[in-house]
């Protein structure tokens, strides 16, 4: 046995391999840690009792196994654990004895499926958990159908090359849109992402609504609240919009159909990326524990996303591009920037999308003239 321990769980990484290789990362991928705690700290924070919960790409089923220890008594109703690999309902039963948890404790199912097939054969959940290696595409049908009415779906893509604009061909393809190779690429990959999720939603007439997302490492992440109604999918259709930007490196969003000439995204979804009261109760839930104290970036990470939920623009400006093409000489400090900008009561803060990178309700113009002051 090679055990590993993540919060409050322990996983044998040998239940699959019986060596340590790279190829453990299919099993267990520790950078993912920071992915499982937002899925937490999410569930806590939300409302609902009595989940019915589906994994249909549980892995080591480390994600399920920590909702069983760290969600709230009450929360989950039901627990199903699905992964086509061979072995999984043995590795997955090895894995809950060495967390002591018994199959008493809730309705614990272990599905031994192809996903879909999975998720098809279900009669839907309240919380589905789309994680695969690469590109969510293959999942994301099943899982529009089998949400439930207020049910949170939630979706990681790895594929970010794709999204991020380094091989646009390859985002026309899978992902309908036309992205952006510069400092918004993240940003405009994220808001592409959701927009195509949110088509296979419009097809079954649920309203997929963001509430908490994020860019970080190699991997998007989005948690959708499923809200069932023709006309809710007519507004979120009607945030599809191209992100123009403009030689100065002011933006807008448009609906506007003749794009030659212009440097753009889209479509994409121009709507808001956070549920500020839930992400206020995430907040609450002791998030420095889910997370782990000692883990300072992911803590500091997680603040800057509150902060973030804040000031919800589509967009964001990269301090540093534009000392570069506005030739400013000035040699001010970030902060400084910040509370200029505070001070004349705009709205500001650090996106996580871009080091130099922030978001704020200032235009232009305005800004380059405080940033030739400050
Ligand atoms: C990235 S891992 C999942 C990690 C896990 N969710 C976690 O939080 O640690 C993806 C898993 O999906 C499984 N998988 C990939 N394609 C599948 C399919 N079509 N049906 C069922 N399982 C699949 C793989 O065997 C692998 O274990």
């Known amino acids: 046995m090679v055990v590993i ?41 939300y409302g609902k009792k009595d989940l019915q919960i589906g994994m249909p790409l549980s892995g080591s089923g480390i994600r399920g196994i920590r909702f069983l220890k760290e969600l709230k008594k009450g929360k989950i109703k039901e627990i199903n654990f699905n992964d086509y690999k061979e072995d999984f309902e043995k590795v997955l039963e090895k894995n809950l004895k060495l967390n002591n948890i018994s199959k008493k404790d809730c309705k614990i199912n272990i599905h031994n499926k ?15 958990d789309v994680d695969p290696f690469g590109s969510p595409n293959p999942f994301l049908d099943f899982s529009a159908r089998r949400i439930s009415r207020e049910g949170i779906l939630a979706v990681t893509a790895t594929d970010t090359s794709a999204l991020a604009g380094t091989y646009p061909k390859a985002c026309a393809r899978k992902y309908w849109s036309v992205p952006l190779r510069n ?23 649920k309203a997929l609504i963001p509430v908490f997302c994020y860019a970080k490492d190699h991997y998007y992440r989005i948690f959708f609240r499923n809200e069932k109604g023709k006309k809710k999918v007519d507004e979120i259709l009607k ?7 403009d030689k100065e490196l002011g933006f807008e969003v448009s609906k506007f159909n003749s794009l030659e000439g212009k440097e753009y995204a889209g479509p994409l979804w121009t709507g808001k990326l956070f549920d500020k009261k839930l992400v206020s109760k995430m907040k609450k839930e ?20 509150v902060a973030e939920s804040k000031v919800d623009v589509v967009g964001l400006y990269d301090v540093h591009e534009l000392v570069k093409k506005h030739k400013i000489k000035n040699n001010f400090k970030f902060i400084d920037l910040i509370n200029a900008l505070k001070k004349k009561k705009y709205k500001v803060v650090r996106t996580h999308f871009s080091k130099y990178g922030i978001k704020s309700d200032v235009g232009l113009k305005e800004l380059l003239g405080i940033m030739k002051k400050v």
């Open 114 to 128: 192809e996903a879909n097939s999975f998720l098809h054969e279900s009669s839907g959940f309240d919380y589905i």
């Open 286 to 305: 002791d998030y420095k524990k889910v997370i782990g104290s000692g883990n300072k970036e992911d803590v500091k990470f997680f603040e800057m996303l």
């Open 239 to 245: 945030l599809h919009k191209y992100f123009l930007l």
């Open 183 to 205: 400092y918004l690429m993240h940003e405009l990959g994220l808001r592409i992402l959701i927009r195509k999720v949110q088509l296979i939603g419009a097809q079954h007439d």
């Open 5 to 45: 321990t993540e919060s409050s769980v322990k996983i044998d990484l040998k239940a699959w391999e019986n060596k340590i290789t790279k190829k453990l990362e299919v099993f267990y991928n520790p950078v993912m840690k920071f992915n499982r705690d937002c899925s937490i700290l999410i569930l806590n924070a």
